[in-house]
């Protein structure tokens, strides 16, 4: 199967030309505004407290039970490895894992699917992830990565949404930046964000300096378009039957 190529010189656009968005001005003055009072560029939901602050609290009394673990990559010969490009824990729910699930379906069904009308298919399996100081998440497109002899992203992956829900907000830096709008966002307690997970919507976890972020991810894989794995990613729930890929 041949995974498509988007030229990378396509996006952002120049900062004189006509932005992205359809709104008829300038990038440089819509979603490519230097504007530290800016609104989110085109296409980044977010809803703050979508979680209480007593919901939040649960969260973490909950966290404070579990385990954690590096998070880990695997390499093309099957090794796992600790992950240079994300340092962070992943927390280890077990079989509390379906509490989770739960969490980010209602999230997916009460607020990303109306916001955005896109219905999805699969939502990959929620991982709650604890950054501590000095943990930080490298510049990458959730769905894809640049082919540098090509100049070039290549969609490798069926993620077509991301989501997050953070339970804290209470750590210094930590931002989550998406360098081609320049755009900064402080997390806080129960803020809920989704995007594109496309090369436009290439982000970071900023560096963390001092107290602890947590975030809930997972990325949904819409209705209506084209596939580019043979198989559906492993541990996708099902939009329909709710039931999980083993």
């Known amino acids: 199967m041949t995974l498509p190529l988007i030229p990378d ?33 085109f296409g980044i939901g ?14 973490l009394d909950l966290i404070a039970t579990l385990e954690t673990d590096p998070y880990k990559m695997r390499n093309p010969d099957g090794t796992v490895v600790l992950d240079p490009t994300r340092v962070c824990d992943r927390v280890v729910f077990g079989e509390k894992q379906s509490l989770l699930d739960s969490l980010v379906a209602r999230a997916w069904q009460d607020v990303i699917i109306p916001a955005t009308g896109i219905p999805i298919a699969w939502y990959e399996e929620p991982q709650l992830l604890k950054y501590s100081p000095g943990g930080f998440y490298q510049y990458h497109a959730d769905n ?28 210094e830096a930590g931002e989550l930046h998406f360098n081609r709008f320049n755009y900064f966002l402080k997390p806080q307690a129960g803020m809920l964000v989704w995007f594109p997970s496309d090369m436009r919507y290439q982000h970071s976890a900023r560096p963390v300096a001092s107290g602890t972020r947590y975030a809930i991810v997972s990325w949904a894989a819409t209705a209506d378009i084209e596939r580019v794995q043979d198989a559906r ?10 039931e999980k890929n083993p």
């Open 46 to 59: 977010i809803l703050e407290n979508y979680l209480s602050a007593a919901e939040c609290r649960e969260w």
């Open 144 to 171: 894809g990565y640049l082919v540098i002899q090509e100049k070039a992203w290549r969609k490798a992956v069926d993620r077509d949404v991301s989501m997050l829900i953070y339970l804290t907000g209470d750590f």
């Open 9 to 41: 010189a396509s996006f952002p656009p120049g900062r004189l030309d006509p932005c992205f968005c359809g709104s008829g001005e300038r990038f440089k003055h819509c979603c490519g505004s230097n504007d530290s009072n800016r609104k989110p560029p």
């Open 233 to 242: 990613t492993t541990r996708a729930i099902d939009w329909l039957t709710r």
